[in-house]
């Protein structure tokens, strides 16, 4: 029952950190800027199923523009729920209202909600469902629904949104006339599941468990492939197929290839890969629980752990994005990992970086180990915040690790297919379902912390009420400080993460001498210790700035510079010299990193100093055109010619800082290594 | 007229080399073995225009498996014909004088002649120019009949096809009711043109130069590019495309994008790129010679020398092989150059890197410039002559530069879609032409000689003969003896290309003080030095073995092993031990390289031996599984970590001489740098 959006509740950001900073920011920025997007662009007004000019607009095959509205209005209001129980605000609470009713009104009769086939295309229903991301909205809905019911406390919105999954139930299925499909876009299967713990609801979990189950079977539609059946049943020519999709018939494409616990590696879609995973792990929670055992749960956990390994090892950048290929939005070959597009590929959407964190923190309570929250804070810090500005009402989709002329480091106020925004502002609103999972029963509790800031959490076991404050200036210092109040009859263990980064280094204040890192990477202090020490400090180790290294396979021959769970990068803004978005800049990991503390715009942060140099083409800059294809290699010479370096001073921020202080939009993450031929 | 197609002829290989063996194994086993395949294919019979069960075959959109059909028996006559001359075989006549039959008698009434739209599709003659490949079949039909008049002295061929010529040119041009496209895939361009020197035919150079200069003309069809005019006529939805388009519309796969003119650089499909780019040299070539001056010459040549330059030092592997992109066959963005497709592309395919031979042969005659003679014979022995095998009986059609699990370096007796093995026959059966060009008038004469190996050349000028003996054991060694016999009465100027690799380094003996490399790489013997020495020895420098490495930008960090034109290779037949595809095989530029003549099956060569070691993955062996995307470099540690490698003596053989020994299929061009990491 430990999802990040059951969590939050029990949360409170109660001090200034990073993270409430970020918070604020888009309680105060994102919701009303979002807001007033969703009305400039007419998706405010979609439920009220009018004609829309958008719909008219060309579109290329076969997603119309508007197709994704449905989602954006529900991932709006699920991010509102969540800061308005925190914060009150009239606007806001109008614009649901008005919202929640217009999509009551929109439902058709036996139970239908979904603008596009009643406005636009009411005859071609169910039609596409490998395409058409009719399910993917329906699961937006539901979870829009359970925010909506958890602020509201009533079922204006739940009403319709069951009704619909009532249809969905008979729909969708293993029955004679059921349809055997499961969604192209993943997302209502993990929403189908949180609705399952909200409401009990069983219907839910039999869908989402059929559409896991399901997937990728090779004749499950009279023999054929589910998408391949549709696909004859619509007449489509089998060569037919969205622009994004790199072959006809790449089922891969949607991870429909083969069945989930065939597959061998992570590919396709890197957003639909996490949201399948991350259901997948919700079931598992719930084999755990008992209340739904899960038939071969070894079989699903050993698949979980393949695919995660392959890529968060062969197939994610340093900064916690994934999916290097552009046309598919998706994970490439083993160890492919270019940083921009000038140098072949990188995509690191913003929502897939969110996805890797909700499956991250599912697999948390699947199994507990620090590699599962070491990822999750690394996407957090990184591949995601770079996502918004300091403001919160601009923002990036894709995340280049280094920019170009024509991929510039720069940030837009709204995107057309506009998944990210809102996604980062449900991520933000309930953030606090991230930093910890705790329980308990039968005399004892727990509470297991993943990520550390300054935050308090209240729950209650066998009608005690459990409290734990930690405070600390994380990231840029390693120092946290806990509070617990439990009652003496309680017996509470609590489990504190060491960063892989912090290599087992960390001091525990009072200290105990029996108190360990344990294989799962969190020290674990016993209710022996925690009744005899209410507050205790823990400072993790190593957190100075060090150097970092994607997989020698990837042929990059780069070094990065990163500093506690933050991945720096380096700006023309502070390095106004550049030219060449950095592609020559070169440093050594002998070299010696200072730190400065900085502030931007009110924000704190730590900056770091480091000399490098600008490589010299030498010879390759005097070559005549046109002649050959490569060049002699003088025996011995500098591999980076350093005699002709031009030595440097630079300058680097937070990754997430990227693209806030103006300048060119140039910005690279990982730097030229500055190395020479050896014997 | 310098066409290595019209030049053969007068050259013959007359002695022992390297070229003349390759020739020597085409004719005795290719010519043969593709005749063969010719007849288990089904193709030997498609002009009897029967009904063949391919016909009925599943095919991805829109082209059928038969479509180059008529294009495999075109290059198969051509290439027969160049070989027949200089050998007879009755069993050859015989197959060629059927099939040219066949021809005749499958042309209908109006002169159309293709095969697939006789018998399969009748209604749908021009129907797609874009992608069906109609008129890329009757290019090779008119150089197969241009072959076939020189070899035989009969028009049984030409007949056909000039009436065919006729018919095109009716139904393509800028008149009213005349259809304004060109070619998908080009090559009538350059076969048209063949045409017009090879029988003075007006028509065919007009309607050449009416191909190239409307080509990406966005408003030539009833205001749009004739590519989109022709998806509105056949109704194809706009997205529908050839599984091979990155994406729908994106006609720079065809290069039409824009008109050539305005092409920056070179983009697409690699072979379509080099086919019409020779036919755009053609046309400068026919411009020179007064014949048919070409509007904007200077621009059209800045035109060639800009995607040339492009394509050369950004987008060309030092094998010669062009075309990083499987998915399109072409060519990636600027310096995106990886080994092999496991480290994310390579297609390198045989005939891309014939078409740049083809394109360098013209543009040698439009401005004598080493460097198009370089790149030349670059391609020659590496990307081109690595794909086929010592017998001249087996294939390959993509040249990798690394192999992997998924794409061993393995080969092929022949191709669903076969264009390659057919198109080395031709190119080595007209490869006396590619060796030199010559010419003269007023007493005057020359020879420019590109490439060095055994062989004669016989030319009137004047009605004197002018006869030049080249004699080397290249590409082993750098002497080649010349012994020229000319007429007092003409002056006979000779030019001598000094290779890029040779830096300028040459001796002539008899010497002459004056005689220098001049600036367009060649040394120029002028009459009064031929005169006097009719027999003299030119000693190429620099023909020890050396490194050479790709562009910085391309991210490769690695170094190759080449001696003179070659460009070696590690293969698991000598070097056993491998397993890994030699991804961790690491060299240095310092490492000394020792020679060593050897021979496999009678072909003499010269292998290399060098020690090397392998890359010891350090920490990263170590690592726990799903983790963290990258690890920490602990400061200055070795790059590649010399003090765990594991030495390594290395053997390399020619890359041309790579997939002929059985073993495991592993293979690779560039090895890891050996560096260690400095301040």
Redesign the interface.
Same mark, same amino acid.
């Given at each position: 029952m430990s999802n990040p959006q059951f969590l939050f509740r029990q949360t409170s950001f109660n001090g200034p950190s990073l993270l409430s900073d970020r918070r604020e920011k888009v309680r105060r920025g994102t919701v009303k800027a979002q807001l007033q997007q969703l009305h400039e662009t007419g998706r405010y007004d979609c439920f009220k199923l009018q004609w829309h000019p958008t719909y008219d607009e060309e579109y290329?095959?076969p997603v119309p523009k508007s197709l994704f509205w449905d989602s954006d209005i529900a991932k709006w209001i699920e991010g509102a729920c969540y800061f308005l129980s925190e914060d009150y605000d009239p606007e806001v609470d109008a614009a649901i209202r008005e919202l929640v009713s217009d999509i009551r009104a929109a439902q058709r009769e036996d139970g239908y909600l979904n603008v596009y086939y009643t406005v636009v295309a009411p005859k071609e229903r169910w039609s596409n469902i490998r395409d058409m991301h009719e399910l993917y909205n329906a699961g937006h809905l539901i979870e829009a629904a359970i925010a909506h019911r958890e602020y509201y406390r009533n079922d204006l919105l739940m009403e319709p949104i069951e009704s619909y999954v009532q249809l969905l139930s008979k729909v969708f299925g293993p029955g004679k006339d059921q349809r055997h499909a499961y969604p192209g876009h993943p997302e209502i299967e993990l929403a189908l599941l949180r609705l399952y713990k909200a409401t009990g609801d069983q219907a839910a979990y039999n869908l989402a468990r059929y559409f896991i189950e399901e997937r990728g079977n090779a004749t499950g539609q009279d023999g054929l492939l589910y998408y391949d059946w549709e696909e004859k049943q619509r007449g489509d020519?089998h060569?037919?197929r %969205?622009?994004h999709y790199? !072959?006809?018939g790449s089922h891969w494409y949607n991870q429909a290839h083969v069945p989930i616990l065939e597959q061998s590696s992570i590919e396709g879609h890197a957003v639909r890969a996490m949201y399948l995973l991350t259901a997948v792990a919700d079931l598992l929670c719930l084999d755990k629980t008992g209340s739904n055992p899960l038939p071969e749960s070894p079989q699903w956990y050993a698949a979980l752990?393949r695919l995660?390994?392959n890529m968060?090892?062969k197939k994610?950048?340093?900064t916690?994005g994934i999916g290097a290929m552009k046309?598919w939005e998706g994970f490439?070959?083993?160890?492919?990992l %270019?940083q921009g597009?000038? !140098?072949?590929?990188c995509y690191a959407e913003t929502c897939a970086s969110i996805g890797v964190m909700m499956l991250a923190e599912r697999l948390l309570e699947v199994e507990l180990n620090s590699?599962y929250a070491?990822?999750m804070e690394?996407c957090l810090y990184n591949g995601v915040m770079t996502a918004m500005n300091l403001s919160g009402t601009a923002f990036t989709y894709i995340n280049q690790l280094a920019s170009s002329d024509k991929d510039k480091s720069l940030r837009c106020d709204w995107f057309e297919v506009s998944c990210c925004p809102p996604n980062l502002m449900r991520l933000f609103g309930s953030l606090g379902g991230y930093l910890w999972d705790y329980g308990g029963g039968n005399g004892e509790s727990f509470v297991n912390v993943h990520l550390y800031t300054t935050a308090k959490v209240d729950f209650s076991i066998d009608r005690h009420t459990v409290t734990l404050q930690q405070t600390s200036n994380w990231p840029w210092e390693g120092r946290v400080r806990f509070d617990v109040q439990t009652p003496p009859t309680l017996k509470t263990t609590i489990r504190l993460r060491v960063p892989?980064?912090a290599k087992g280094r960390f001091t525990l204040e009072p200290s105990c001498e029996s108190v360990k890192v344990n294989e799962t990477g969190y020290v674990v202090l016993h209710a022996c210790y925690v009744t005899e020490h209410p507050t205790f400090t823990l400072q993790i180790g190593g957190m100075e700035p060090?150097?970092?290294?994607?997989?020698?396979?990837t042929?990059?021959?780069t070094?990065?510079v990163?500093r506690g769970p933050l991945i720096y990068c380096v700006e023309d803004a502070d390095n106004s010299w550049v030219v060449d978005h950095f592609?020559n800049t070169a440093i050594?990991?002998?070299?010696k990193i200072t730190e400065e503390k900085h502030e931007l715009d009110g924000n704190p942060f730590v900056l770091l100093h480091l000399s490098g140099s600008e490589?010299c083409?030498g010879a390759?800059h005097d070559?005549?055109?046109?002649?050959?294809?490569?060049?002699?290699?003088?025996?011995?010479?500098?591999?980076?010619d350093?005699a002709d370096d031009v030595p440097r001073d630079l300058v680097f921020v937070p990754y997430y800082l990227r693209a806030n202080r103006g300048g060119r939009g140039q910005m690279r993450v990982g730097l030229l290594?500055?190395?020479?031929?050896?014997?």
């Open positions: 290329p095959w020519p060569w037919l %969205p622009n790199p !072959e006809a752990r995660w390994n968060v090892d994610m950048y340093l916690g046309q490439g070959a083993d160890y492919f %270019p597009t000038d !140098e072949g590929g590699r070491d990822v690394l892989g980064w060090r150097f970092v290294e994607p997989h020698p396979y042929n990059q021959n070094l990065a990163a592609k050594s990991s002998s070299a490589r083409l390759w070559k005549r055109e046109g002649t050959e294809p490569g060049a002699e290699v003088v025996p011995s010479p500098a591999a980076v350093i290594r500055k190395t020479k031929d050896c014997c």
